[in-house]
């Protein structure tokens, strides 16, 4: 069975600052990678994801993640956060393919912006 | 762009109504998903279904059941709403198993 562990549950950061969300998954099979972010009083919205192809992966607003398959991770990062990143973030990961398969999400880790 | 329309987005019911929570995807796709949001638990299973009249129970699918007629409507039922129902549900929908999913903007829903 596949689970996902998103090792922090809050991360404050000053604005400007970098920052890095850890994501770890277990899976006995080859794997497809989400990142979701879920601003406040909406849904979720896909921010990247991994499905095949090069480790380092671009998505919106700057964020990028590296799959790295030995440590069986993808953590999330922006090189310089905005207010208007605060956020929940959501790892999620999923078998690839069949018509019955359910992406396994994470607890989500709330990222807080300081000024 | 692939919109999922939930049809409330605040809905206040009371101890032992039906509740009907209605979703509906304008992008043909195979897959629809009910999920739940509890501070603390993240988003857990509902129910899903990856045909017409087709469903599959997910993690917690005590308390509640679900209808698809038509490939773009999921809805979710709560058979005799109880308070520890309230929370927010969140509906999705993918294109096939695995891919990503896409989601409404959630109903807020408050059983008193």
């Known amino acids: 069975a596949q689970s996902v562990t998103q090792l922090d549950s809050q991360v404050p950061v000053f604005e400007e600052a970098p920052v890095e969300l850890r994501c770890n998954y277990s899976?006995?099979?080859?794997?497809?990678l989400f990142w979701y972010v879920q601003y406040p009083n909406q849904g979720l919205q896909l921010l990247l994801k991994?499905?095949?192809?090069?480790?380092l992966v671009k998505g919106i607003n700057g964020f990028e993640a590296e799959f790295n398959k030995s440590q069986t991770s993808f953590h999330l990062r922006k090189p310089s956060v905005h207010i208007s990143d605060t956020a929940e973030y959501f790892c999620?990961?999923?078998?690839?393919?069949?018509?019955?398969?359910?992406?396994?999400f994470g607890k989500g880790t709330r990222l807080h912006i300081l000024p | 762009d692939v919109k999922v329309t939930q049809s409330s987005r605040y809905l206040v019911k009371r101890t032992g109504e039906k509740v009907f929570l209605e979703c509906v995807q304008d992008?043909?796709?195979?897959?629809m998903f009910w999920y739940r949001q509890d501070p603390g638990l993240g988003l857990r299973l509902i129910y899903f279904s990856y045909d017409v009249k087709m469903k599959e129970k997910g993690d917690i699918p005590e308390g509640y059941s679900v209808s698809r007629e038509k490939k773009e409507r999921f809805s979710l039922i709560l058979e005799s709403a109880s308070t520890n129902q309230t929370s927010m549900y969140l509906c999705a929908s993918s294109l096939l198993g695995g891919q990503p999913q896409h989601f409404g903007d959630g109903t807020r829903l408050s059983i008193l």
């Open positions: 992008m043909d796709h195979e897959n």
């Open positions: 991994y499905l095949s192809g090069s480790t």
């Open positions: 999620a990961v999923s078998p690839p393919g069949d018509r019955d398969d359910k992406i396994i």
């Open positions: 899976s006995s099979v080859s794997v497809y």
